[in-house]
């Protein structure tokens, strides 16, 4: 996978601008929203029962995002998963903290059995779920594993991308794993092959991030930065500084 492919998908995503229905935790939906609203997608966050079939059935990928397991979400995860399954719908399971509380981790490994198209964790939340080799796990789960770090590694377990784009300032502001997880989410409603989707997601996000992280005095800063970074990408800054092999 190149530079060229990742901006393809880009330009892709820009013209369908998919929508992405994201049931995810309370702390990260604003950002969340305007990270998928820069890159050029569509959020939408509803998590009440009535509503969450129409809005899965009409969207283009679903993120299912374990930060705040309410029952209210809960609820709302049952319900949407059954709308996937029905329409071959991609989602993304993102099971965050699911390495701290013995309960979420009974509800992320219930979630990974019903097939998720990516999932995507850091190093501890997929060590606790599915194992520390993440191109086992990806064959044992039969699914593309996108595992966020220093490096990310994205891989269904026969063929792996690694990204090495980022910045270190993604740690000092909250909700930044969780806007990934729903870039997943948009770059799979335009790209069929999960490896490719995630791979090109991560780049995009890191390549993002790095360009914020440049010019950012402080978490603040950055966070705006990274938004903007996210909505001035092309494919000439793409191929300048994408890192991935």
Not at 27 to 41: E, I, K, M, R, W
Not at 180 to 200: I, K, N, S
Request: one cysteine or more.
């Amino acid at each position: 996978m190149t530079a060229a492919d990742v901006a393809g998908a880009l330009t892709r995503l820009r013209a369908q601008a998919p929508r992405v229905h994201c049931l995810t935790n309370a702390v990260a939906q604003a950002f969340t929203a305007n990270v998928l609203l820069a890159l050029g997608a569509v959020p939408s966050m509803t998590i009440a029962r009535e509503e969450v079939p129409s809005f899965v059935a009409g969207a283009g990928a679903l993120l299912v995002n374990l930060g705040t397991l309410d029952p209210a979400r809960n609820e709302a995860i049952e319900v949407a998963l059954d709308v996937v399954g029905d329409r071959a719908i991609p989602w993304v399971l993102d099971p965050v903290f699911a390495d701290v509380s013995a309960p979420r981790l009974d509800v992320a490994s219930f979630l990974l059995k019903r097939g998720p198209t990516v999932l995507r964790a850091n190093e501890r939340e997929l060590a606790a779920l599915a194992g520390g080799d993440v191109g086992e796990a990806a064959l044992r789960a039969k699914t593309t594993i996108a595992r966020t770090g220093a490096v990310d590694v994205v891989t269904d377990g026969t063929r792996t991308a690694w990204v090495d784009n980022g910045s270190a300032m993604l740690t000092k502001i909250t909700a930044t794993g969780c806007a990934a997880g729903a870039v997943v989410g948009a770059f799979l409603a335009v790209e069929p092959d999960p490896v490719v989707a995630a791979t090109a997601a991560l780049t995009v996000f890191g390549v993002a991030a790095e360009i914020a992280g440049e010019t950012a005095a402080g978490p603040g800063s950055f966070a705006v930065a990274l938004l903007d970074a996210l909505y001035s990408l092309d494919e000439a800054i793409l191929h300048e500084k994408a890192r991935l092999t």
